[in-house]
Structure formats: structure tokens, C-alpha cells
């Protein structure tokens, strides 16, 4: 069994920061690549960022410069440093990782999800 559990959500001001945190446990063997994704009130989830184990990132170009993707390793942990946060980030963001298993299944986890609120 493996779970993600993120943490960090809230509200905020505009151009106010957050900092999103996921950690990952249970039957882990590895963890390939980790990402946040979000979802606003009648819109379709979409990638927000996205880290390979190497620490190589990719962004969605609306918060390139903004947010900032990273991870340890060593705790299974990924993280989202979001900067001059505004009303547009408001939504649910999800963290996503693929994971191969102590059983040697590899798929696609996903968290619970944490509420980003951005106020004008």
C-alpha cells in the first residue's frame, strides 16, 4: 500500500507565497518522477509541475517564474514553493508520483488534495 499526503494548503493574498509539501510511504522501492497538478471549480486537472529523480523540472508556462518544484529524496518528499500567488492559482492542487512497489507494480499515485486560496 502506498500514500501520498500533502500538506500546506490555505489562503492567501494576492501575490502572497505558500509552500506545498507531499510525502510519500508505505511499500515504496522507488519513485520515478513527482509533480503537483491542480484543479479550479469547473476546470479540468492540469499539470502544474513536474520533477524526474534526476531533479530535472518542467512547468506550466503560467506559473514559470513563480513556482518552484523540488525534492528530497531521502524522505520521499516533494515540495511547491509558490511565489506572487494570484487569484488564478485558487484550486485543489494534487501531488502525483510514480512508484514502483516492494511487489514490483509501478503506477500512478495520487494525494488527497489541498486548497489553494488566492484572495484579490
Known amino acids: 500500500q502506498v500514500q501520498l499526503v500533502e500538506s500546506g494548503g490555505g489562503l492567501v493574498q494576492s501575490g502572497g507565497s505558500l509552500r506545498l509539501s507531499c510525502t510519500a510511504s508505505?511499500?515504496?522501492?522507488?519513485?520515478?518522477?513527482m509533480g503537483w497538478y491542480r484543479q479550479a471549480p469547473g476546470k479540468q486537472r492540469e499539470l502544474v509541475a513536474a520533477?524526474?529523480?534526476?531533479?530535472?523540472?518542467n512547468y506550466a508556462d503560467s506559473v514559470k517564474g513563480r513556482f518552484t518544484i523540488s525534492r528530497d529524496n531521502a524522505k520521499n518528499t516533494v515540495y511547491l514553493q509558490m511565489n506572487s500567488l494570484k487569484p488564478e492559482d485558487t484550486a485543489v492542487y494534487y501531488c502525483?508520483?510514480?512508484?514502483?512497489?516492494?511487489?514490483?507494480?509501478?503506477?500512478?499515485?495520487w494525494g488527497q488534495g489541498t486548497q489553494v486560496t488566492v484572495s484579490s
Open positions: 520533477i524526474t529523480s534526476g531533479g530535472s523540472t
Open positions: 508505505g511499500s515504496i522501492f522507488s519513485i520515478y518522477a
Open positions: 502525483n508520483s510514480e512508484i514502483r512497489t516492494l511487489l514490483g507494480t509501478r503506477g500512478d499515485y
